[in-house]
């Protein structure tokens, strides 16, 4: 696609019930991000994917989240049992390959409200 | 400490000045670095990124790296109303094919009419 894609844009759940996010990359993209961004704050690291591999999860902020790759394309991260300090913005980024020589792309990020 | 530290802000510089930003990070492994545009309910944008020490420049901004002092820097000339937004550092760290983009919590900036 032309940008990277996040679906849904806005979401209200109650607490306790489970959501998922998803991210569709800039094509041919095989670096993916997923950052949580809470009102008036900075943008926290979650995890990072180089094609379907993590190496590095230990930004994800509790076992209640997890997030996977599938095809080196669309990733999803999933929250359980929602709590209302999940509520944020969830940003998925993409980049060609590893940052180093390549910019990152954002998506308009999944705003979640948990109630 | 912070691995990315910023002044929260917010900054007011009159319209026409320069913007001063500035950014600090605590590890001497970082190897590029990262400005970042977020207006107010949208997705950070790319301004600029450093990877050597010295300056940078692109149009109206300037980015700074002095990597001995581990601070970076983000000037802005002739600054515009349209320049409002917050401006988030990042830094990279790369090991072993594990990549990891930190920013801070960004500086808020106000241009004035």
């Given at each position: 696609?032309?940008?990277?894609?996040?679906?849904?844009?806005?979401?209200?759940?109650?607490?306790?019930?489970?959501?998922?996010?998803?991210?569709?990359?800039?094509?041919?993209?095989?670096?993916?991000?997923?950052?949580?961004?809470?009102?008036?704050?900075?943008?926290?690291?979650?995890?990072?994917?180089?094609?379907?591999?993590?190496?590095?999860?230990?930004?994800?902020?509790?076992?209640?989240?997890?997030?996977?790759?599938?095809?080196?394309?669309?990733?999803?991260?999933?929250?359980?049992?929602?709590?209302?300090?999940?509520?944020?913005?969830?940003?998925?980024?993409?980049?060609?390959?590893?940052?180093?020589?390549?910019?990152?792309?954002?998506?308009?990020?999944?705003?979640?409200t948990?109630? | 400490?912070?691995?990315?530290?910023?002044?929260?802000?917010?900054?007011?510089?009159?319209?026409?000045?320069?913007?001063?930003?500035?950014?600090?990070?605590?590890?001497?492994?970082?190897?590029?670095?990262?400005?970042?545009?977020?207006?107010?309910?949208?997705s950070?944008?790319?301004?600029?990124?450093?990877?050597?020490?010295?300056?940078?420049?692109?149009g109206?901004?300037?980015?700074?790296?002095?990597?001995?002092?581990?601070?970076?820097?983000?000037?802005?000339?002739?600054?515009?109303?349209?320049?409002?937004?917050?401006?988030?550092?990042?830094?990279?760290?790369?090991?072993?094919?594990?990549?990891?983009?930190?920013?801070?919590?960004?500086?808020?900036?106000?241009?004035?009419?």
């Open positions: 696609g032309a940008g990277v894609s996040q679906s849904p844009s806005n979401k209200v759940t109650e607490k306790g019930k489970d959501v998922e996010l998803r991210c569709d990359p800039i094509s041919g993209h095989t670096a993916l991000y997923w950052y949580r961004q809470s009102l008036g704050q900075g943008l926290e690291f979650l995890i990072y994917f180089q094609g379907n591999s993590a190496p590095d999860k230990s930004g994800l902020p509790s076992d209640r989240f997890s997030a996977e790759r599938t095809g080196g394309s669309v990733s999803t991260l999933t929250i359980q049992r929602t709590q209302q300090e999940d509520s944020a913005v969830y940003l998925c980024a993409s980049s060609l390959a590893a940052i180093g020589g390549n910019t990152i792309y954002f998506g308009e990020g999944s705003w979640l948990v109630v | 400490q912070k691995e990315v530290e910023q002044n929260s802000g917010p900054l007011s510089v009159p319209e026409g000045a320069i913007a001063s930003l500035n950014c600090t990070y605590s590890d001497r492994g970082s190897q590029s670095f990262f400005w970042y545009r977020q207006y107010s309910g949208k950070p944008e790319l301004i600029m990124f450093i990877y050597s020490n010295g300056d940078k420049e692109d109206r901004f300037t980015a700074q790296l002095n990597k001995a002092s581990q601070y970076v820097s983000l000037l802005i000339r002739d600054s515009q109303p349209s320049d409002s937004a917050t401006y988030l550092c990042a830094v990279l760290i790369s090991n072993f094919g594990n990549e990891k983009l930190t920013f801070g919590t960004g500086t808020r900036l106000t241009i004035i009419p």
